[in-house]
Each structure stands twice: as structure tokens, then as C-alpha cells.
């Protein structure tokens, strides 16, 4: 393997660059931020938070259970 200058090693970076921004096409990317609200009123969506909100607490219940089970008696 040949050793490259700084000069070409820049221009072969520069090469591969606009490359890479010829495949992206548009310069549009999906963003996951754009679905963030879009389904703030939606009474499904409402129902299912409310679901996952009373099996996370069921969970925490039994996780507080279970600590106090383990925790020795003090004199």
C-alpha cells in the first residue's frame, strides 16, 4: 500500500463526501421528532397509556412487596 499524501488523502475524503450526499437524494431525513404529539388526543391512544400506567404501578407495588420482605429486622 502506497502512502498518501496529505493532499490526496483530503481529496479522496472530499470524493467520498460528495458521494455520500449524491446517494441521499433530497436531504430529507426522517426524524423520529416528527411523530412526537401525534397522537395526543387520540382516545385509544389515551386508553392504552391509561393500561400501561396500571400495570406499571402493579409492578411497583410488587417490587415494594417484595423489598420489604427482605429488608432484616432491626433491634
Do not use: C, H
Not at 498518501?4 to 481529496?11: F, G, H, M, P
Not at 467520498?16 to 412526537?36: H, M, N
Not at 386508553?47 to 402493579?58: C, G, T
Amino acid at each position: 500500500m502506497k502512502t498518501l499524501t496529505i493532499e490526496q488523502r483530503v481529496a479522496v475524503l472530499e470524493q467520498e463526501l460528495s458521494e455520500l450526499k449524491a446517494q441521499r437524494g433530497s436531504g430529507y431525513v426522517k426524524d423520529w421528532r416528527r411523530t412526537v404529539g401525534m397522537f395526543t388526543d387520540n382516545p385509544g391512544m389515551k386508553e392504552l397509556f391509561a393500561e400501561a400506567m396500571k400495570l406499571r404501578e402493579a409492578d411497583r407495588k410488587k417490587a415494594r412487596r417484595r423489598q420489604q420482605r427482605k429488608r432484616p429486622a432491626t433491634s
